[in-house]
C-alpha cells in the first residue's frame, strides 16, 4: 500500500480514503475492548500523524506542526472519536444483553480486588468521553437505544 498511498497523482482524498479501507480497520481491530489510558490515546494520535506525513511525503525532520499536516491533508483528527464510537456501540449492546458480559465490562465481578492501582475500566473511559455524571447514569442510558444513540452521536459531534 506503500506505493498507492505516497502517489503524488493520486488526490490526496483518495488516498485518505484508500487508508480508511485498508490500513484503519487493522489497526483498530478489536478496540470495541480497550481501555485507552492517556498514554495509549497520545500513541493513537502519534500513529494518524504518522500515517498522514507519510502520505504527504513530509520527513520526520522536517520543522511542520501537526496542525499544518491536518491544514495539508484537509482534515482533521478522527481515529480516537472512530474508536470510542465503536466502544460505545459494542457497550450498549453488551449491556442490553444482561449476560455474563454485561457483568465484566461494568467490572462489577464478585471477589477480592488486587492490590496496587486499579485498572481502569472500559465504562470508565466511556462516562468521560459522553459527559455523563455516573457510569450508572451510562448503563441506565443503554437500556433506550434512541437515547444510547443521541448520547454517542453527541460525543462524536463535541469530539474527543
Given at each position: 500500500?506503500?506505493?498507492?498511498?505516497?502517489?503524488?497523482?493520486?488526490?490526496?482524498?483518495?488516498?485518505?480514503?484508500?487508508?480508511?479501507?485498508?490500513?484503519?480497520p487493522i489497526l483498530m481491530y478489536g478496540c470495541?475492548?480497550?481501555?485507552?489510558?492517556?498514554?495509549?490515546?497520545?500513541?493513537?494520535?502519534?500513529?494518524?500523524?504518522?500515517?498522514?506525513?507519510?502520505?504527504?511525503?513530509?520527513?520526520?525532520?522536517?520543522?511542520?506542526?501537526?496542525?499544518?499536516?491536518?491544514?495539508?491533508?484537509?482534515?482533521?483528527?478522527?481515529?480516537?472519536?472512530?474508536?470510542?464510537?465503536?466502544?460505545?456501540?459494542?457497550?450498549?449492546?453488551?449491556?442490553?444483553?444482561?449476560?455474563?458480559?454485561n457483568l465484566v465490562t461494568t467490572g462489577m465481578?464478585?471477589?477480592?480486588?488486587?492490590?496496587?492501582?486499579?485498572?481502569?475500566?472500559?465504562?470508565?473511559?466511556?462516562?468521560?468521553?459522553?459527559?455523563?455524571?455516573?457510569?450508572?447514569?451510562?448503563?441506565?442510558?443503554?437500556?433506550?437505544?434512541?437515547?444510547?444513540?443521541?448520547?454517542?452521536?453527541?460525543?462524536?459531534?463535541?469530539?474527543?
Amino acid at each position: 500500500m506503500k506505493t498507492v498511498l505516497t502517489n503524488k497523482n493520486i488526490s490526496i482524498r483518495t488516498r485518505r480514503r484508500a487508508l480508511e479501507c485498508y490500513i484503519e480497520p487493522i489497526l483498530m481491530y478489536g478496540c470495541e475492548a480497550w481501555t485507552i489510558s492517556k498514554q495509549t490515546q497520545k500513541k493513537l494520535e502519534a500513529t494518524e500523524m504518522w500515517f498522514l506525513r507519510r502520505m504527504l511525503r513530509i520527513s520526520w525532520t522536517a520543522k511542520k506542526t501537526n496542525d499544518t499536516v491536518l491544514e495539508e491533508a484537509h482534515t482533521t483528527r478522527l481515529l480516537i472519536s472512530k474508536i470510542r464510537k465503536r466502544q460505545a456501540t459494542f457497550f450498549g449492546h453488551v449491556m442490553r444483553r444482561e449476560k455474563l458480559e454485561n457483568l465484566v465490562t461494568t467490572g462489577m465481578l464478585e471477589g477480592k480486588r488486587s492490590r496496587g492501582k486499579q485498572r481502569e475500566k472500559l465504562i470508565e473511559g466511556l462516562t468521560d468521553w459522553l459527559k455523563a455524571e455516573k457510569s450508572l447514569e451510562a448503563i441506565e442510558a443503554t437500556k433506550d437505544r434512541k437515547k444510547w444513540r443521541t448520547m454517542i452521536a453527541n460525543a462524536v459531534k463535541q469530539g474527543t
